[in-house]
């Protein structure tokens, strides 16, 4: 009996004794149950998800987004031949999200405009940037520049420094040089009244950022849409503006208190966006929508024609085979929330960001950085006038001991030397976690002052 109980049982295993493979491959395997049981063993001493305030991802989804997830895990969303309905659905989600975006009435997809879906925002910034840069070199070969002499004519792209670090890569895998508007105490996101020093011929174009995530401030875009309209008048080279909407894309569009920002736009030419943020799905999934289906916009160069249903269509990827799952997923979510389904969450959220400024204010040592009142990032500094000593990474220390991420990290270059703490509060954050974490904040700043 003792040995049968042995063999079945997973503490009496011999894998339970012993540490976990790590350097090689082990020769033998080991019963599916155990081996699930061991790799879940590894991650005990992992963030929980809904005490993760650093992550801007999704960590929760609704079962029966999580079953239509499973049911399509083995899919290729590349493969659009082989799984018509899958590409079917990723195009009625981007036609939904442009029309989100103000695309325009009666516009249709692939008509009027084109879009795709991509592996996390970064695709889609990655698209956007290469598309600024092609339809820039066709611009610049008809004005006769000789684009070849990269000591006069190196393609540049203006966007603010707090950037986020796939246009860092961009630039270094494409060589176009990266000129950095600086922010400053006067100005947290691009600065309107220094961005077309940075512009000349060899600009491809500047990037609007919807969220910028250091702060959760937005740019201008209303206003930049303005200078770019007035230096196209008489500029050789017209330039466009891409927004990189990462995670606001999702959210200014169902809550009040934003300017204008997208198609609404004449200038605006492309926007990205990622699912896995406020879109609500696991990651990784982003969408990358152009304002118009012309060559002007998307260069030939970028699209590869693939069979679809006895005709083709364009597919336009930087990355190939992924699942068709996150796919279903956002178009789930499309379909089961709706236009008043998201509103009603992204309000929620912003109660939620409204609730921890409300409590943070109450200590009377914190200066306010992003109050939550447009995105919903709740951003402080230490104020220079407070008596504490002790510093926002020691209360980053103390918050995981009761088990919350709560990053502290510096701003960008110029004001390096402020330090921030950073919530990022996300749909599955409810006012009950809410209550938890302001109720631990407040020990863990007891603790440290008593100390």
Known sequence: MTEEYLEQSFLGSLEAGQSMPKATLPEKGMNPDTAETLVQHIRLNEAKADQNLATFCTTQMEPQADRLMMSAMETNAIDKSEYPKTAAMENYTISMIAHMWNIGENK????????????????????????????????????????????????????????????????????VDMRQVPIDEQHMSLDMDHVMDYVDENTIGIIGIQGITYTGAVDDIQKLDELVSEYNKTAQLPIRIHVD????????????????????????????????????????????????????????????????????????????????????????????FGREGFTAVMNNVRKVSLRITDELNKFNVFEIVNDGSQLPINCWKIADDANVNWTLYDLEDKLKEYG????????????????????????????????????????????????
């Open 404 to 451: 919350w991420q709560v990053p502290a990290y510096p701003l960008p270059a110029n004001r390096d030397k402020t330090i921030i703490s950073r919530v990022v509060v996300r749909p599955a954050m409810t006012m009950a976690i809410c209550d938890d974490f302001i109720d631990d904040l407040k020990l863990a700043i007891d603790d440290l002052n008593k100390k």
């Open 108 to 175: 249709e997809i692939f008509k009027d405009f084109i879009g795709t879906s991509t592996v996390g925002s970064s695709e889609g910034c990655m698209l956007g940037g290469l598309s600024l840069l092609h339809s820039w070199k066709h611009r610049a070969k008809k004005a006769g520049l000789d684009i070849d002499n990269l000591h006069e004519h190196k393609p540049n792209l203006v966007i603010m420094s707090g950037y986020q670090v796939v246009w860092e890569k961009f630039c270094t895998y494409w060589n």
């Open 245 to 336: 909407a990462a995670f606001g894309g999702f959210f200014a569009p169902f809550v009040d208190g934003f300017k204008p920002w997208d198609f609404r736009l004449k200038n605006v030419g492309s926007i990205n966006v990622s699912g896995h943020k406020y879109g609500m799905v696991y990651p990784g999934i982003g969408w990358i929508v152009w304002r118009e289906n012309t060559e002007e916009y998307l260069p030939n160069e970028m699209r590869f024609s693939v069979p679809y249903l006895g005709s083709s269509i364009d597919s336009i990827a930087i990355n190939f085979s992924h699942s068709g799952a996150h796919i279903l997923a956002q178009y789930y979510n499309m379909i089961r």
